[in-house]
């Protein structure tokens, strides 16, 4: 069973940076992609990026492209967020995930299809 930790959470003034962190211990096989979600209160969970694990290619929600930037180590399993230019629309519990299955260009944006999940780590960001 692999297991997800995020880690780098907290809170910032709006304009300011964040790095997540996301380690996945307990991989025995490879994984396809990884991916980092957010769900704000009262607000379904929606897609912010993810990476395929073995071309390191990276895909945005058009929210946050240009602003967050999403990359891995391979040996390490470990999975990095980069987030600058935090605006208080960013506020939210963020969520590592990855797979082993093999996603389309659209499916790796949906949560479902993930099989391994962090349990979250706030972000806060004040005006």
């Known amino acids: 069973q692999v297991h997800m930790v995020e880690s780098g959470g907290g809170s910032v003034q709006a304009g300011e940076s964040l790095k997540l962190s996301c380690a996945a211990a307990?991989?025995?096989?490879?994984?396809?992609?990884m991916g980092w979600f957010r769900q704000a209160p009262g607000k379904e969970r929606e897609f912010v990026a993810a990476?395929?694990?073995?071309?390191?290619?990276?895909y945005y929600a058009d929210s946050v492209e240009g602003r967050f930037t999403i990359s891995r180590v391979a040996a390490k399993t470990m999975g990095y967020l980069q987030m600058d230019n935090l605006s208080v629309e960013d506020t939210a519990v963020y969520y590592c995930?990855?797979?082993?299955?093999?996603?389309?260009?659209?499916?790796?944006?949906?949560?479902?299809?993930?099989?391994?999940w962090g349990q979250g780590t706030q972000v806060t960001v004040s005006s």
């Open positions: 995930a990855a797979t082993a299955k093999t996603l389309t260009i659209a499916s790796i944006r949906r949560a479902p299809e993930y099989d391994f």
């Open positions: 307990g991989v025995t096989g490879s994984l396809y992609a």
């Open positions: 990476i395929t694990w073995n071309r390191g290619r990276p």
